[in-house]
């Protein structure tokens, strides 16, 4: 018997065995196409030219946070441009300092504020929590405890001011399209901290705003922080405007 009708014969002989393994070499066919196409998707996802970043089409939401999945977080990390206005390639809060403005039984959300210190940019981190009447949700802020990006101890009265004031009178000039603050729930900022607390990038969204890029800190063998590539990272904060609650000191009645 030749070599097609050995096979012909095999085939007629065990028909379901041939028939499912045609149907498995088909699945890792399209599944091979999927892994593709979706890699594709996520590298055009990156704009070099423009310098911004725009969301991935498939991606899992932790109410308004995205979680990243960790190779699109590395490519929105390359674009951050936080070197360039902060002096510092990512702003710090210790795990510490995110446990005191997380523990008020109100708070449902962390909000990091804009702010100028010198030529620097930085950042105020407050607890926020649900006006709950209007909808969408507005969160207003939980002005103590504060904490600055990078600095040990929580603001004392009027630090905070200063420095968001002082951002928005810049940005009006410096950055015309930008936001005062950007908001982040509660549970995401839980997710995504780690033992030495996150690291924040900062970075320019579609719409040429300033945007925030969150990864947990864990410290290395040699004993520097840095960002766990092995964890999960956030994006696209809830901007004010148009979140910005009720009218206090950081966002300075405007």
């Not at 940019?121 to 990078?150: C, F, R």
């Not at 905070?160 to 410096?174: I, K, P, R, V, W």
């Not at 969150?214 to 960002?227: K, T």
């Not at 990272?233 to 910005?244: L, N």
Request: hydrophobic share 35%.
């Amino acid at each position: 018997m030749d070599n097609t009708n050995h096979h012909r014969a095999g085939f007629l002989q065990n028909p379901v065995v041939s028939i499912l393994s045609l149907i498995v070499a088909a699945i890792s066919i399209i599944g091979l196409i999927y892994v593709f196409n979706n890699s594709k998707n996520n590298d055009e996802n990156i704009d070099d030219k423009k310098g911004w970043c725009k969301c991935p089409p498939k991606i899992k939401k932790n109410t308004e946070a995205h979680i990243l999945d960790m190779r699109y977080a590395n490519q929105l990390r390359k674009k951050a441009i936080s070197d360039k206005l902060t002096g510092d390639d990512a702003l710090s809060f210790s795990f510490i300092q995110i446990d005191d403005v997380i523990k008020d039984s109100k708070c449902t959300g962390v909000r990091f504020h804009y702010g100028m210190e010198g030529p620097n940019l930085v950042l105020v981190m407050t607890g926020a929590m649900d006006e709950g009447s209007p909808n969408p949700i507005q969160h207003t802020d939980i002005l103590a405890p504060a904490y600055k990006s990078d600095h040990q101890d929580a603001l004392g009265s009027g630090e905070g001011h200063d420095l968001t004031l002082a951002f928005q009178n810049t940005s009006n000039t410096q950055y015309p399209n930008t936001t005062k603050s950007g908001f982040f729930p509660k549970d995401a900022i839980m997710d995504v901290r780690r033992s030495e607390g996150i690291r924040v990038y900062i970075f320019l969204n579609s719409h040429n705003q300033l945007d925030l890029l969150i990864y947990g800190a864990i410290r290395n063998g040699s004993g520097e922080i840095v960002d766990d590539d092995s964890g999960i990272a956030i994006d696209m904060s809830v901007p004010c405007p148009t979140d910005c609650g009720a009218k206090n000191d950081l966002n300075n009645s405007r």
